[in-house]
């Protein structure tokens, strides 16, 4: 091995008497380098999207939630509340509804969901901070709601707007046929006091949140029906130990999930779009590495009366294939330290002075993590390799005479 390499080393760092094969050489580290800086960057920028989604995600979705397996609500009772209040892992807890509805402003209308909370709501979740404009619920105005900022564009309405009204609609419960809009739809009038921006399409455009009073007048509940109770565990390692313990003393008529399993639709939806876009930069890469197979070999013709030589002192055909295996592996190594040197930089000079911006104050997020280091490092160490496989397996003992 230590021969091979030795010969494999001599020949990718020694100038070759044909000037092709130098320019093709240095093509091929080129073309590594670079798929290995593009692949490298890419997954940054999908960690980086993914810290900053789960931000967002936070600052409303709750460490756990308790709903009904069966039916859309049930009665809070002492027995749930003193098994919550017994866990000292639990900081705080909110009764919460939640349903869809139809939102009318003037002309305009959507369907939205609506989100009916407790006070303790802002005390276990982020919202307070992704207000974009106005406040949280104002006590001055009996239906108060903070109103998603893809909403507020949809409707035209925003903040304190004097003399607008935004009207939430909800479909009775019940059978037969309906004669007018009033027996078909419970409504009420709310006064917009805030609105948010979680950097979420899917929370900015339909969500709006109201005080929990409002959320059962618009259903019908009685003042102890919800549909759900969502609760805050500030050690973000004992949220599956507390989640455990709920399952076990609640009971088999409810279900316990974690934020991750509340938002498993966007892990699954953005793990799915890294694997693909991981799988069409590992082609490139393969396409990329072809420039590694010509130069093993041109090579490997260039060299033929060097393999003469060598077979002639003793050298066997496996040794002189192990030669020209090394020196493509060599090769790729040496365009993936580069690449993944300037993909590090680059990421890290991204991370500190934001030199690509979304927006002019937004940043396009990159996050440096070891796991992006190994999956680039193994993956260009793995196709490399191949690469210089199959490129060897020229070489015969046929072509050597």
Known sequence: MNFSLYIAKRYLFSKNSNNAINIITFIAVFAVMVGTLSLFVVLSVFSGLKDLGEESLNAITPSLEISPKKGKSFFFNDTIQNIIEENKDIAYYSKVIEEKSFLKNGEKEIIANFKAVDTNFSKLTNIRNSIYTGSWFDKRFENSAVIGIGISNELSISAYEFGANLKMFVPKPGKGTVTSVSKAFNEINTSVTGVFAANNEDLDFNYIFIPLKSGQELLGYKPNQISSIELSVPNAS??????????????NTFEVKTRNELNA???RLINSERFITYLIFCLILIIALFNVVGVIIMMIIDKKDNQKTLYNIGASIKDIKRVFILQGFLLSVLGLFIGLGLGIIFVLLQQHFGIIMITSTLP???????????????TILALGYIASLIASSRISKQLID
Do not use: E, R
């Open 265 to 267: 639709d966007y892990y």
């Open 238 to 251: 004992d949220i599956n130990s507390v989640a455990n313990y709920l399952k076990d003393k609640i009971g």
């Open 364 to 378: 396009y997020p990159m996050t440096l993590t070891l796991t992006n280091v190994s999956v680039v490092f193994f």
